[in-house]
């Protein structure tokens, strides 16, 4: 990956007078007219207003900007301020999600009712587990992931290990959504994360100390793109996060999901761990996003937008430090990654409304199935041969055991489901033909 170009120096010293006129009389933006929060690096290759150099435009750019920035309790190594500009467009953005994730989806329906919204989210939780985990390099499918989380089978190899700590870790943060945030929770969830994956266990559950190596980022080409700040400020610098994360800092209004993006840039800038500093980054943001009351935001899996673009989300990193702690540029990004997570949600939610509405149409002389039978008769149409399991359909939709075997015994009984034995356990296939016997009854 290439590095961004850092930008100019934007003294008043290196302009002259002449210039410094003719960019004021220019009257530029902060951002674009479509509000896009450009960096130099693109800004430089762009043709720059008519009388105006490159320089001179980035100049002007950054003087805008400045009357909008508001400095963040984050700091660098150097003891420097990361900011925040508040533009339209991140408003904007914001309020599109309060707007998407504040209603209820769908809660007139019987989809998203309480019998059926456990499905909806174990699905979303593997979705993240999973993708969060690729994001990191491990390789797994997620067919076979999704059948390991389901079946409830230990992992074979380290890859599906770190599938399963993801699914944990977020698991763990739903149910410390109601804490506040501190160093031992922080610590906790990295523990979750790595457990079993690392090459030097002492590592798990622990922060970084002066006595050893200092990790660094590195892109994908071995190149060092970020070094984070010392091991000896790290107990100071996580409570610092933790305060800022339960609202103590700063002293205004932070908009609870900037809040959100800027606690998942600060882990990831201070990298206080060996090992797990992104999965942990993307836990604490669900955290908090569920801290604050955004339910929905369970169901959204960020991942899986950040592993479409890896390049573009390291990018983020990059501007912001490049540009003088300039945090915009992350928010922005993240903004743009959960909205499209949302717009991902509302389509899956459609999707499975019109499936169940096609198998309500072919069980009409069935009465009495409940949601979760009816959940697994459309996966079982779209995937012949597929087997369940009495453990497996308990997880999936998060009831007991006795729950899930009475659901398939019933369908067996109904010839909706065959039973097979394997070993010492009860296993279920849909018949070669169900839509035709779902039809014929």
């Known amino acids: ?49 008519e009388g105006l150099s490159p320089e001179e435009w980035w100049w002007g750019t950054k003087i805008a900007r400045s009357q909008l920035l508001k400095e963040l309790p984050l700091r660098d190594g150097a ?21 998407h994730l504040g ?127 010392g091991a000896a400020e790290l107990p100071e610098r996580m409570q610092a996060m933790c305060d800022f994360a339960n609202g103590v800092t700063p ?15 600060w882990l990831a800038y201070d990298h206080p761990f060996a090992d797990g500093n992104g999965r942990t980054a993307r836990a604490l943001f669900y955290w908090s996003m569920l801290h604050e009351g955004y339910w929905l935001a369970e169901y959204l899996s960020i991942s899986t937008i950040l592993r479409k673009a890896p390049i573009r989300y390291a ?9 003088e702690n300039d945090a915009t540029y992350f928010v922005l990004s993240q903004l743009k990654v959960v909205r499209r997570s949302i717009d991902g949600l509302y389509d899956y939610i459609e999707r499975k409304r019109g499936e169940i509405h096609e198998v309500e149409a072919l069980l009409r002389s069935h009465d009495g199935l409940n949601y979760r039978q009816l959940a697994l008769l459309t996966h079982a149409l779209r995937h012949p041969g597929h087997r369940y399991s009495f453990q497996g359909h308990a997880r999936s939709h998060g009831v007991v055991y006795q729950s899930a075997r009475t659901d398939l015994l019933a369908l067996a009984d109904l010839g909706l489901l065959e039973r097979h034995k394997m070993g010492k356990q009860f296993v279920f296939t849909a018949p070669a033909a169900l839509a035709d016997v779902l039809r014929s009854d």
């Open 315 to 323: 990018k983020s990193f990059l501007y912001v430090e490049t540009d």
């Open 1 to 49: 990956m290439k590095l961004p170009q850092t930008p100019p120096p934007t003294d008043l010293k290196g302009l002259g007078v002449g210039a410094m006129l003719r960019v004021v009389a220019a009257g530029i933006p902060a951002t674009s007219p479509t509000g896009q929060y450009r960096h130099w690096e693109t800004m430089r290759r762009m043709k720059a207003p």
């Open 103 to 229: 209603r209820e989806v769908g809660s007139a329906d019987r989809l998203f009712n309480e019998a059926t919204r456990t499905r909806y989210l174990v699905s979303s939780l593997v979705e993240e587990a999973v993708t969060s985990s690729q994001l990191e390099g491990a390789v797994t499918s997620r067919t076979v992931a999704k059948e390991m989380i389901r079946s409830g089978r230990p992992p074979r190899t380290i890859d599906e290990r770190m599938v399963l700590n993801n699914y944990e870790a977020i698991n763990f943060v739903r149910e410390h959504r109601n804490d506040p945030l501190t160093p031992e929770l922080v610590v906790e969830i990295q523990a979750i994360l790595t457990e079993g994956t690392l090459d030097d266990p002492e590592h798990v559950g622990r922060v970084q100390i002066p006595s050893e190596e200092r990790v660094r980022v590195e892109d994908f080409d071995g190149l060092v793109v970020h070094r984070p700040p």
């Open 251 to 265: 002293t205004g209004f932070m908009h609870p999901v900037a809040r959100s993006i800027l606690l998942h840039l």
């Open 79 to 99: 003891g420097r301020n990361f900011r925040l500009a508040m533009t339209d467009r991140l408003w904007e953005m914001l309020h599109e999600i309060d707007t």
